[in-house]
């Protein structure tokens, strides 16, 4: 093990304790399912929807298997958060990764997170795999699904700052009663309506041509601007029945954005590739993927 995975076995170490799956099971798989249903009508709207099952189980990998399975990777933590709050203060933040790691260090990379980076890495893995000759259709599913997770996971308000699990502010537990009792809490019919309804309306104001890191950072922001509220909320209604009904508004738009912002990822990408075929029918059960290192990400 070398110096630079032991630093990222401590840091993992340290957080591993509070950090829960983002959004939780249900979480992540609304946003998934109404992605596909958000698609323009063609072929990979045809092949989203006629493997939802893949989807749904693909859209947990990087948790279930990556994170926190048999032989987690020290890595894989930091690739499912940004705090904003962090990174705010220390000067742009731009595509270029190594310039950001030369000025705030391996350490505050792992602490304060690489999501938005993690999203543009695997938006380009898509990318590559549509575009191959002939095309895996497993491959595509694991790529589109995974990549969906960290979408996801940008659009959290407690995956953007640094206070994420109301450690510092007397209400330690928050992250996982937001993001997954809060939201397991919904009728599942009133969660997949609401979040469509403002899934529509996201669609219109985040263009189809999207870069994925820049629709990484607007959507991180956007969550910031949440952050505080759900906190001063958690804090004055404690984790309660109370602060669940307060939180589904919060719960509605930040998902949404999310789903829409994992629409308009997946489309470009196709469309990029030169908008290929896909099969028109189910494909079946399919594997689990090794795991993805972060390419920008290495050991110096």
Same mark, same amino acid.
């Given at each position: 093990?070398?110096?630079?995975?032991?630093?990222?076995?401590?840091?993992?170490?340290?957080?591993?304790?509070?950090?829960?799956?983002?959004?939780?099971?249900?979480?992540?798989?609304?946003?998934?399912?109404?992605?596909?249903?958000?698609?323009?009508?063609?072929?990979?709207?045809?092949?989203? !929807?006629?493997?939802?099952?893949?989807?749904?189980?693909?859209?947990?990998?990087?948790?279930?298997?990556?994170?926190?399975?048999?032989?987690?990777?020290?890595?894989?933590?930091?690739?499912?958060?940004?705090n904003w709050d962090f990174f705010s203060k220390?000067?742009?933040?731009?595509?270029?990764? !190594?310039?950001?790691?030369?000025?705030?260090?391996?350490?505050?990379?792992?602490?304060?997170?690489?999501?938005?980076?993690?999203?543009?890495?695997?938006?380009?893995?898509?990318?590559?795999?549509?575009?191959r000759v002939p095309i895996d259709p497993v491959?595509?599913?694991?790529?589109?699904?995974?990549?969906?997770?960290?979408?996801?996971?940008?659009?959290?308000?407690?995956?953007?700052?640094?206070?994420?699990?109301?450690?510092?502010?007397?209400?330690?537990?928050?992250?996982?009663?937001?993001?997954?009792?809060?939201?397991?809490?919904?009728?599942?019919?009133?969660?997949?309506?609401?979040?469509?309804?403002?899934?529509?309306?996201?669609?219109?104001?985040?263009?189809?041509?999207?870069?994925?890191?820049?629709g990484s950072m607007k959507t991180i922001q956007?969550?910031?601007?949440?952050?505080?509220?759900?906190?001063?909320?958690?804090?004055?209604?404690?984790?309660? !029945?109370?602060?669940?009904?307060?939180?589904?508004?919060?719960?509605?738009?930040?998902?949404?954005?999310?789903?829409?912002?994992?629409?308009?990822?997946?489309?470009?990408?196709?469309?990029?590739?030169?908008?290929?075929?896909?099969?028109?029918?189910?494909?079946?059960?399919?594997?689990?993927?090794?795991?993805?290192?972060?390419?920008?990400? !290495?050991?110096?």
């Open positions: 093990m070398n110096k630079f995975t032991r630093l990222a076995v401590v840091v993992c170490v340290c957080l591993y304790s509070t950090l829960s799956f983002g959004w939780g099971r249900v979480g992540h798989e609304v946003a998934l399912v109404l992605a596909t249903q958000h698609l323009p009508p063609g072929p990979l709207k045809n092949f989203l !929807q006629q493997n939802i099952p893949s989807i749904r189980i693909m859209a947990m990998v990087p948790d279930v298997h990556w994170k926190h399975g048999e032989k987690p990777n020290p890595l894989e933590n930091h690739l499912h958060f940004f220390v000067g742009p933040v731009t595509i270029n990764f !190594q310039e950001l790691r030369a000025r705030v260090g391996d350490e505050a990379i792992l602490k304060n997170g690489s999501a938005p980076y993690r999203v543009n890495q695997m938006s380009y893995l898509l990318l590559t795999e549509l575009k491959r595509v599913l694991q790529i589109a699904g995974t990549l969906g997770h960290y979408i996801a996971d940008v659009g959290n308000p407690l995956h953007v700052n640094t206070d994420y699990n109301g450690q510092n502010s007397g209400v330690k537990g928050l992250h996982s009663f937001f993001e997954s009792k809060s939201v397991n809490e919904i009728p599942p019919m009133e969660l997949h309506d609401r979040t469509s309804q403002l899934t529509i309306e996201f669609l219109k104001k985040i263009p189809a041509n999207i870069h994925p890191f820049d956007g969550a910031h601007l949440f952050s505080p509220k759900v906190i001063e909320a958690a804090q004055e209604l404690g984790l309660t !029945q109370e602060f669940s009904m307060w939180a589904r508004p919060v719960i509605y738009r930040t998902l949404a954005v999310s789903t829409a912002l994992a629409a308009r990822i997946w489309y470009a990408a196709w469309s990029m590739a030169g908008k290929p075929d896909l099969p028109p029918t189910p494909i079946g059960p399919i594997p689990n993927p090794d795991w993805i290192p972060p390419s920008y990400f !290495q050991s110096p």
